[in-house]
């Protein structure tokens, strides 16, 4: 190759290289703020949900130390005494300060009876073992004639059996962890995006066990039922964006994502509408820790599914960078 001919070969070059950064220009130009934040800084902003999860793996450390349990159990986890009152005129405050002044030993937690928004009685919560002697003899000063009357009962659960009780729903959570990961696994055939779907998985259960803590609920069986019922919500986002993303053979990597993103929101908005409908009619405080713990751990999905997932999932295509994926995505950068 000669002179001439390098010179024009150059120039050519560099007029491609024109090309090529007046396209990019063109495309930024046309994409939003926040859409080039989220496509651009993929790699920034997988820190979030990675910082959610290690804050809220030290507050969980931080109940250990405290409680000496990880999460806060309720009556039927701990055992104990549940007190139930049925009153139309209740003043909880007093009664509760009442409580506590008089029976400082005793963990007592109050909960609201309420019918279409309107208090009807109350539970009193205890970590006694006395079918609530103490705590019926305290009400009776509040409410003289309330220990003889039919709208006072008491249930007592010995904390042998909550500790039995918690020791299933903790190994009914782990097994059905296990046989998810597995079909994960089977499904997908590569470590990298399975690790991401059982991660993501992990960390909504992990993050939502704090705010757990941070809310002050006290996690009943039926909050582990809730927690099981989180771990398919979970997966079922993961497994679609993944599915989407490294099976699908057409398109961009973010427009694939971007399709997934708007099955998946929609998946979630119509499950987080059912659930604060749920929240605000059912009179069932069982339903309604069911309905408030799915509320935070989809909200938390969201988070982990779209940002650190898809984060996952770009590095991994950026880094096998084989000639499948050139194929797929073209001229353009693998990951992008």
Not at 3 to 12: A, G, H, P, S, V
Not at 105 to 114: G, H, P, T
Not at 149 to 177: C, E, K, P, Q, Y
Request: with cysteine; aromatic share 6%.
């Amino acid at each position: 190759m000669n002179r001439k001919e390098r010179r024009q070969l150059l120039k050519e070059k560099q007029i491609s290289n024109i090309n090529i950064e007046q396209h990019k220009d063109s495309s930024n130009k046309k994409r939003g703020f926040f859409q080039r934040i989220y496509e651009d800084e993929y790699k920034k902003l997988i820190f979030i949900p990675f910082t959610i999860l290690l804050v809220a793996i030290i507050l969980i450390v931080m109940n250990i130390a405290q409680t000496g349990e990880f999460v806060n159990k309720g009556f039927s986890l701990s055992g104990g005494t549940a007190i139930t009152v049925v009153a139309d005129n209740i003043n909880i405050d007093l009664i509760e300060e009442h409580l506590e002044s008089n029976l400082p030993n005793q963990q007592i937690s109050i909960r609201v009876l309420s019918e279409a928004g309107v208090a009807r009685g109350f539970i009193i919560e205890s970590d006694a073992q006395d079918n609530g002697e103490e705590i019926i003899n305290e009400l009776e000063k509040l409410s003289p004639g309330i220990k003889d009357s039919d709208n006072l009962s008491v249930t007592t659960m010995g904390s042998s059996l909550g500790d039995s009780f918690f020791r299933d729903a903790i190994l009914a959570i782990v097994i059905a962890f296990i046989f998810m990961s597995i079909v994960v696994f089977i499904i997908f055939k590569q470590a990298s995006p399975s690790l991401a779907v059982i991660l993501c998985a992990l960390s909504d259960i992990i993050v939502t066990i704090a705010a757990i803590n941070i809310f002050g609920i006290k996690l009943s069986t039926a909050g582990i039922a809730a927690l099981l019922m989180l771990i398919g919500y979970s997966v079922d986002t993961d497994i679609l964006l993944s599915t989407r993303v490294i099976r699908e053979k057409k398109g961009r990597v973010m427009t694939r994502i971007y399709n997934a993103l708007k099955t998946g929101l929609t998946m979630n908005a119509t499950t987080l509408v059912t659930v604060l409908v749920g929240i605000f009619i059912s009179q069932s405080p069982e339903l309604k820790q069911i309905f408030t713990i799915l509320l935070i751990g989809l909200v938390i999905d969201i988070i982990n599914t779209w940002i650190q997932n898809v984060g996952i999932l770009r590095l991994y295509l950026e880094r096998k960078n084989t000639p499948n994926n050139k194929k797929i995505i073209g001229a353009e950068k693998v990951g992008e």
